[in-house]
């Protein structure tokens, strides 16, 4: 009878497992993570890097659509009654996994928290955290609305200074929603140290240095997708994070059967798996997906004479003399297309224009008459500033910049800085010359406009400053219509990019490698990467 008992069991178990081929529901995701990055508070500074937990655990207002990076409403829609007002309605029937519904109070408060003004700590400065409180995400806060208040439980409203066509794509698509009433019952050390979100994973542990455990949110107001989307329900029962530092040791453990799903890999790290029919590797955009050489045009001179990158001609000439597709071919995953200006999967890009337009080709022998037409018969030379530990390919790309540069007379004084120093010695803008800049994947084209392309005087990174550029900026931010929106910077983008503001070099792409059961289907403007592992799927073997 014991025996009979446990066939039943044991057929009653194979029931309800998955046929091959099928999507395992009830699998475990693996994924190898590069570094622990500390606490659990997505509004947090020095815990907000976190986003396998911010990502999973919680959700934003916003989202991206996975097709072309223009923003997708999540937790809220909007209307505009005039230019500088918006109304918001929320959600119905969404929770945080607690069981408390999410409401406008939860949103509205969120943006008061990481704007530094939440009354229950003072903006921080009352906060139990042990080690003190300080916004991330301060430029997204409440603080810089010109009024905002509730309407009732599922209805907001905010007013702007004027027009500001970035609300959904900036203030709203980078914040995650917290909850008030638990954010002020527990204290900011207890969440930071114990996450509650809303979002389509719920957190079950979480050991130093080691892992990060959370489990599928059953009751997540978004269903599965067989196609990719800006969020949804997972397929897999649970996701664990293995911190795995060194990038050989995430290709190891693949190959173990310790991991499932790698990204943000250089092709010598792939490469002992790349044509292996137990693994799919994959190529998609870096979490870094663009990189150019910008000049410092603050100083005056250089060499005792004028500024050089001043002149277009010489600005062109240095575009023409690198051979971009030879990094792409030699350095790159060979997938990657040229650089023109911002990034081709934010919103709005103006990609066609763009290419009608062509890129720098290749071409030494104009590069050298450029330069002697602008005064430069022999070349010049110029400091050459660029970062190392950041960008793995960083150090390689500018080798072979040199080389190409030194071929048509322009000889780079090389000078390499840890990550952190490079970016705080661009913030001073004193140092002349060329800097290796990347900028990140982020949707919101103003992010990249304010601080780079048309940057107001006395921006972050404002080594370039065009007041010709200045109107045409302002239109991509007052540009309420979405069409209108899109032209202006198309518009922008153009101007720019004729006068060859920067030497464009090439996109950047990284590798993903996933085991042979695991599939990961991705949008043309998703990443690769933490934030869309919700589109992972583990077929049954």
Do not use: C
């Not at 395992?24 to 994924?31: F, I, K, P, W």
């Not at 092709?267 to 870094?288: K, M, Q, S």
């Not at 922008?492 to 059961?517: M, P, Q, W």
């Amino acid at each position: 009878a014991q025996e009979a008992a446990e066939s039943a069991a044991m057929a009653a178990e194979e029931d309800d497992m998955p046929a091959a081929g099928e999507i395992d529901t009830e699998a475990t995701v693996r994924l190898a993570l590069a570094a622990d990055n500390g606490g659990l508070d997505p509004h947090r500074s020095g815990s907000q890097v976190n986003y396998q937990n911010s990502h999973g655990v919680f959700e934003r207002s916003v989202n991206v659509n996975p097709d072309n990076g223009n923003p997708a409403p999540n937790l809220l829609t909007w209307e505009l009654p005039d230019e500088v007002t918006w109304n918001f309605t929320v959600k119905d029937n969404v929770f945080f996994h607690n069981g408390q519904q999410l409401s406008a109070e939860d949103i509205v408060f969120s943006h008061e928290r990481v704007g530094g003004i939440a009354e229950y700590h003072g903006g921080g400065e009352t906060s139990d955290h042990p080690g003190g409180w300080a916004s991330a995400r301060i430029a997204f806060g409440a603080q810089k609305w010109a009024s905002y208040g509730l309407t009732d439980d599922l209805h907001w409203t905010l007013s702007t200074n004027g027009p500001d066509a970035t609300i959904p794509g900036s203030a709203l698509s980078v914040p995650y929603v917290m909850s008030k009433a638990d954010t002020v019952e527990r204290g900011d050390a207890a969440v930071d140290a114990l996450s509650m979100g809303s979002g389509y994973m719920t957190f079950v542990s979480h050991t130093e240095d080691t892992d990060f455990v959370f489990d599928r949110n059953d009751n997540y107001h978004i269903p599965w997708s067989a196609t990719p989307t800006s969020i949804a329900g997972a397929s897999y029962r649970r996701q664990v994070h293995l911190v795995r530092p060194e990038p050989l040791s995430r290709v190891a453990g693949m190959e173990a059967g310790e991991i499932d799903v790698a990204y943000s890999l250089t092709p010598d790290v792939v490469e002992p798996i790349l044509d292996d029919p137990d693994f799919h590797v994959g190529t998609g955009w870096a979490f870094n997906p663009n990189q150019y050489l910008k000049a410092n045009w603050l100083i005056p001179e250089l060499n005792g004479g004028p500024n050089p990158f001043l002149d277009e001609r010489v600005r062109k000439a240095l575009n023409h003399a690198i051979d971009k597709q030879a990094i792409i071919d030699n350095l790159m995953t060979g997938e990657e297309g040229f650089s023109y200006t911002g990034w081709r999967g934010s919103a709005y890009y103006p990609q066609e224009a763009l290419e009608a337009i062509g890129p720098y080709e290749y071409d030494p022998d104009l590069a050298r008459a450029l330069l002697a037409e602008a005064g430069y018969p022999d070349g010049f030379s110029t400091p050459f500033h660029f970062g190392i530990g950041h960008i793995p390919t960083e150090p390689q790309v500018a080798l072979v910049i040199q080389q190409d540069l030194a071929a048509v007379g322009v000889e780079l004084d090389m000078r390499s800085y840890p990550a952190s120093e490079f970016f705080a010695m661009m913030r001073t803008k004193e140092q002349p010359g060329l800097y290796f800049f990347h900028n990140g994947a982020i949707y919101e084209p103003d992010v990249m406009i304010a601080s780079q392309i048309a940057p107001d005087e006395g921006g972050t990174y404002a080594v370039q400053v065009n007041p010709d550029l200045d109107d045409l900026r302002d239109r991509t931010r007052t540009a309420l219509d979405p069409e209108d929106r899109a032209q202006a910077i198309e518009d922008l983008y153009v101007a720019h990019y004729k006068i060859a503001s920067y030497v464009y070099l090439t996109e950047r792409f990284a590798y993903h490698a996933t085991v042979g059961n695991v599939e990961w289907n991705l949008g043309p403007a998703q990443i690769a990467d933490m934030h869309n592992a919700h589109q992972v799927n583990v077929r049954s073997t």
